[in-house]
């Protein structure tokens, strides 16, 4: 089947709606290298990077380090330790991850203000863009969600999971310590780009509740 034939993925997409993204629709998506530079640090190079970017519009944090991870963190605390980071909200997603002695970065999201000068952008640089200059995808806007580990559990004043129960489980939510809270879980929600029905890029966008249906049995 050649590209031209029926694709019924895209066509299924079609029909639902989700809106056409290109070059233009205002959705900026970079990535690139980050190297320490004339005798600085790697942590020091990583933490100069972070300060252009829109962060006040990208609230979330999630930093993995080598023996924990943690979602309440505003800053990283340990860079020596770090082996991915995510900062994300309604102004992009920004993502980072050790490479041996660099990192390797990815943004999606709304232009920012200021960008590295050696930030290479999906737009102009990928091949399919530079095969077709009218590329587009799909942009599922349905806030997308995938739920986390745990639940609350008002006895132990926290969220818990059996399976990960050495995790320290702490999100960014506020939540009232009360016995009608035990079950509620934690999801983030996030928009998807597709291309011909595969998933090429993801945007997370917020860490939000999510209370389960109470059964009526």
């Excluded at 799909?138 to 004043?157: F, I, N």
Aim: net charge negative.
């Amino acid at each position: 089947m050649t590209r031209d034939a029926i694709d019924f993925q895209d066509a299924v997409e079609e029909l639902l709606g989700d809106p056409e993204i290109g070059k233009d629709d205002g959705v900026a998506i970079l990535g690139g290298v980050l190297e320490a530079k004339g005798g600085e640090t790697l942590e020091h190079a990583a933490a100069g990077f972070l300060k252009p970017w829109d962060l006040a519009r990208m609230p979330y944090r999630i930093w993995e380090y080598e023996h924990r991870i943690t979602f309440t963190e505003p800053e990283v605390a340990e860079w020596s330790l770090l082996e991915r980071g995510r900062i994300f909200g309604e102004a992009g997603d920004l993502s980072l991850r050790r490479d041996g002695k660099r990192f390797l970065w990815h943004f999606i999201g709304q232009p920012q203000p200021a960008t590295p000068k050696d930030a290479q952008d999906f737009w102009k640089h990928s091949p399919e863009c530079q095969a077709n200059p009218d590329f587009k995808m799909r942009r599922r806007r349905k806030l997308d969600v995938a739920l986390l580990w745990g639940e609350y559990d008002a006895t132990r004043k926290r969220w818990h999971d059996d399976r990960v129960a050495w995790a320290k489980l702490d999100y960014p939510l506020d939540i009232e310590q009360q016995t009608e809270n035990n079950g509620t879980r934690v999801k983030i929600a996030y928009d998807l780009f597709t291309d011909r029905g595969q998933i090429a890029f993801v945007w997370w966008k917020e860490i939000k509740k999510w209370q389960p249906a109470k059964s009526n049995a």
